[in-house]
Nanobody, 133 residues
Framework: QLQLVESGGGLVQPGGSLRVSCAAF????????VGWFRQIPGKEREGVAC????????????YTNFANSVKGRFTISRDNGKVYLQMNSLNAEDTAIYYC??????????????????????WGQGAQVTVSS
């Protein structure tokens, strides 16, 4: 069964940090762009960050993109088949369910972060992140 699984969510105080991870089962994501999205129940899904597959001869360069609301606070990285979203300086507005998703296109050299997530065909079940004192 092809699936993505997020882990690392939880409760954190305002100003704190948290890292969520995304792992694939039944297929590999090392050759696909991966995006992180978040959603508050009843609200529209928001693209948070994305990272391309490895680029260049050594596959160690990556295209990344971030939503304005998280720029300077969140970073995205990938290693050994997992993708990580490091979240720093968290505030209450970051509270949401965070989903990772993998692109259908194994050859794209960029990544997409539109809220619709149209390029992403594999989605995880989500990890709850709650920022509260």
């Amino acid at each position: 069964q092809l699936q993505l699984v997020e882990s690392g969510g939880g409760l954190v105080q305002p100003g704190g940090s948290l890292r969520v991870s995304c792992a694939a089962f039944g297929f590999t994501i090392h050759d696909r762009a991966v995006g992180w999205f978040r959603q508050i129940p009843g609200k529209e899904r928001e693209g948070v960050a994305c990272i391309s597959r490895g680029l260049g001869i050594s596959h160690n360069r990556f295209y990344t993109n971030f939503a304005n609301s998280v720029k300077g606070r969140f970073t995205i990285s990938r290693d050994n088949g997992k993708v990580y979203l490091q979240m720093n300086s968290l505030n209450a507005e970051d509270t949401a369910i965070y989903y990772c998703a993998a692109d259908w296109d194994q050859y794209a050299s960029d990544c997409a972060m539109d809220n619709a997530g149209g390029r992403y065909v594999y989605w995880g079940q989500g990890a709850q992140v709650t920022v509260s004192s």
